[in-house]
T-cell receptor, first 108, second 115 residues
Framework: GDSVTQMEGPVTLSEEAFLTINCTYT??????LFWYVQYPGEGLQLLLK?????DKGSNKGFEATYRKETTSFHLEKGSVQVSDSAVYFC???????FGKGTRLHILP | EAGVAQSPRYKIIEKRQSVAFWCNPI?????LYWYQQILGQGPKLLIQ????????DSQLPKDRFSAERLKGVDSTLKIQPAKLEDSAVYLC?????????????FGPGTRLLVL
């Protein structure tokens, strides 16, 4: 069946470091792919999405490219800030499936 | 624009008791979702409504969980009787349409502890 696999956390980086959070998926159809973020004390919110192969989603300096050949949707940011500390979830639809989440800590 | 509203925010019950959660989606959103998020895991879809009809309830434990959206607006999720393993955060989300590429907007969740 469809599934999402994210790299396990927590991930701890220093401010201004480069970030990659890996996400791979298995799906029988052509799902849309999403990254959702949960900041401390807040609800889940959409960070970015891509609806077809080779699309790049971007928001707040984060980017992810829908790679059909490697079934991946890795999240990247060139220079992280303390305010990026949160839990990040990769998700796919048609069948709505979330990964387990990756907790990110950014040290000042 | 008001977001997705959920109540209560926290609930503590003993096993075998019943509990109900309420959700009011964003105005005009036809699609409503209930998720269960166990600590350390991602949200798991329990049920999806389109207006007042069920689109997907394949992962809803129907022997103890039920949900309704009678007028196609707000929704109630019930657990009867609760088990220890039902301790989780119950998230409600809504979207304008049921399309796969639609963004879901999440409420703050109801944190349930079953003792």
């Amino acid at each position: 069946g469809d599934s999402v696999t994210q790299m396990e956390g927590p991930v701890t980086l220093s401010e201004e470091a480069f970030l990659t959070i890996n996400c791979t998926y298995t799906a029988t159809g052509y799902p849309s792919l999403f990254w959702y973020v949960q900041y401390p004390g807040e609800g889940l919110q959409l960070l970015l999405k891509a609806t077809k192969a080779d699309d790049k989603g971007s928001n707040k300096g984060f980017e992810a490219t829908y790679r059909k050949e490697t079934t991946s949707f890795h999240l990247e940011k060139g220079s992280v800030q303390v305010s990026d500390s949160a839990v990040y979830f990769c998700a796919l639809s048609d069948k709505i499936i979330f990964g387990k989440g990756t907790r990110l800590h950014i040290l000042p | 624009e008001a977001g997705v509203a959920q109540s209560p925010r926290y609930k503590i019950i003993e096993k075998r008791q019943s509990v109900a959660f309420w959700c009011n989606p964003i105005s005009g959103h036809a699609t409503l979702y209930w998720y269960q998020q166990i600590l350390g895991q991602g949200p798991k879809l329990l049920i999806q409504f389109q207006n007042n009809g069920v689109v997907d309830d394949s992962q809803l434990p129907k022997d103890r969980f039920s949900a309704e959206r009678l007028k196609g607006v707000d929704s109630t999720l019930k657990i009867q009787p609760a088990k220890l393993e039902d301790s989780a955060v119950y998230l409600c989300a809504s979207s304008l349409r049921p399309d796969a590429q639609e963004t879901q907007y999440f409420g703050p969740g109801t944190r349930l502890l079953v003792l």
